[in-house]
């Protein structure tokens, strides 16, 4: 491609006729991919997300977002604590897992921390949070968590990009 031929964007009002396109404009913006883990009555659950960001380094925040839709909705927006598991690249199998079952963590091997909240091991970093906040925002709700425990470890991260999961590179 040289300045002289550059690619002509589309352009376009996001509404209902455009939702698929406004889906496909959100993917070009490469991110990683986490799993989040609560306790419910009904045992361990989880939910991937790529609706990740740090807020706040004091106090320590951070936020995902939530489907108001989805079948999950219901048990992340009762949970107080939860986990947010930043997958490496070698966890694409847990990813299509979880994706694929709310109740997912009966067949992963996982650890309870105190507030019973299911801990994944060899994830890139984990964020043990409690819930301080949740916005409205359209169809999901934002929820912010204040980090009480960390863990990290080098390796390559699992990635979305484009409708695609897999690593960089």
Not at 42 to 53: E, H, K, L, R, T
Not at 66 to 85: G, N, W
Not at 131 to 158: C, F, K, N, S, Y
Request: glycine share 8%.
């Amino acid at each position: 491609m040289s300045l002289q031929d550059p690619i002509q964007p589309t352009v376009f009002s996001p509404d209902e006729s455009t939702s698929r396109q406004l889906r496909d404009a959100f993917g070009k913006f490469a991110t990683g991919i986490t799993v989040i883990t609560a306790h419910s009555a009904d045992g361990p659950v989880s939910i991937v997300a790529n609706s990740f960001a740090s807020v706040s380094l004091d106090p320590a925040l951070v936020l995902w977002s939530v489907d108001r839709t989805s079948r999950r909705f219901p048990y992340f927006e009762a949970a107080d604590h939860y986990a947010i598991h930043v997958l490496a690249a070698e966890q694409q199998d847990l990813c299509t897992q979880v994706s694929r079952d709310v109740h997912a963590l009966g067949a992963v091997a996982h650890t309870l921390n105190a507030d019973g909240v299911p801990l994944i091991d060899h994830c890139l970093a984990r964020f043990e949070c409690r819930r301080v906040a949740a916005h409205d925002a359209g169809d999901h709700i934002i929820i912010v968590g204040q980090v009480q425990r960390t863990e990290m470890r080098d390796g390559a991260p699992l990635t979305f990009y484009g409708g695609q999961i897999g690593p960089i590179g």
